[in-house]
């Protein structure tokens, strides 16, 4: 099991694999534009993603969809990318090493920005408000808030904010890491968990369908999400986050949050 101070170790130890790598002339020195020069020539815009965590990213009948898809997918036009995303399909704890071992350009994964991924990645603006909530059994009667996770089992996915957190500030709470969302929901239904703690949009979409489980009114914490991409990409940056006013501006973007998650309420 690995919290997120392992995986970001994991991404300084892929940094300077990359560097190294570079220097002996296997691979291309990357300059600020030459992800953008990559998608002119190419046609495409490589992410990185893990499609486990609806109404973000998931598989549905064979094919990606959620928010982010979608909302990438628009970002790859404005940037040019004649024949939309390349997909790299990775494990979320796998994500940031991926990114700076040039697997793909940027993260797009229902990603927290924090100030230890910062020291590692840059970061988009804001493209989305979120939070960790507190999911339980529908039945369970004695878990009514934060206060009561203490000494209680709590599943949470590995690589996460979750993890730090539950151990930050509940450190008698049992953390049980499991590898995917649909694993972490899982161990609440069957009880082999007291709880789970994860981001509140896919908390709240997973409780609408599965009448068994319920979502806890108080949050632990508000965060806000965030595309990841590496520093020396800076230009490549200040484009997405164009893309991403541009779409607000022109409605695109709210479209977007009215179909994902406006009507799921």
């Known amino acids: 099991m690995k919290s997120i101070g392992t995986f970001l170790a994991a991404a300084s130890f892929a940094a300077m694999a990359v560097i190294t790598t570079v220097g002996a002339g296997s691979l291309p020195a990357r300059a600020d534009d030459a992800v953008l020069e990559s998608i002119k020539k190419t046609g495409s815009f490589r992410v990185g993603v ?15 969809t959620g928010f982010d898809i ?7 036009k404005e940037l040019g990318a004649t024949k939309g995303v390349e997909w790299v399909d990775i494990d979320f704890k796998g994500l940031i090493p991926g990114l700076m071992a040039n697997r793909f350009d940027m993260i797009a994964s229902a990603m927290y920005i924090t100030d230890e991924r910062r020291k590692v990645v840059a970061f988009s603006d804001t493209y989305y408000p979120g939070g960790l909530v507190i999911m339980v059994k529908a039945s369970n009667a004695a878990i009514k808030g934060p206060d ?15 993890v730090p957190h539950l151990k930050q500030h509940f450190p008698t709470a049992k953390v049980v890491e499991v590898e995917t969302n649909a694993e972490m929901f899982g161990q609440v ?5 007291d709880a789970a703690v994860t981001g509140k949009p896919a908390a709240k979409l997973y409780a609408q369908t599965h009448p ?9 914490t508000t965060e806000d999400y965030g595309f ?5 990409n800076a230009e490549l940056v200040a484009k997405v986050n164009a893309a991403i006013t541009k779409l607000k501006a022109d409605g695109t973007y709210q479209k977007l949050v009215d179909k994902w998650f406006e009507a799921k309420k």
């Open 70 to 76: 979608e909302l990438v997918e628009a970002i790859a």
């Open 212 to 220: 068994t489980v319920t979502v806890l009114d108080q949050q632990l």
């Open 50 to 64: 893990d499609a486990t965590f609806a109404p973000f990213e998931f598989s549905q009948e064979g094919k990606k």
């Open 148 to 162: 009561d996770l203490p000494g209680k089992s709590v599943a949470v996915q590995i690589g996460t904010k979750s």
């Open 228 to 232: 990841a991409m590496r520093k020396d």
């Open 189 to 193: 239904e069957t009880g082999r968990t």
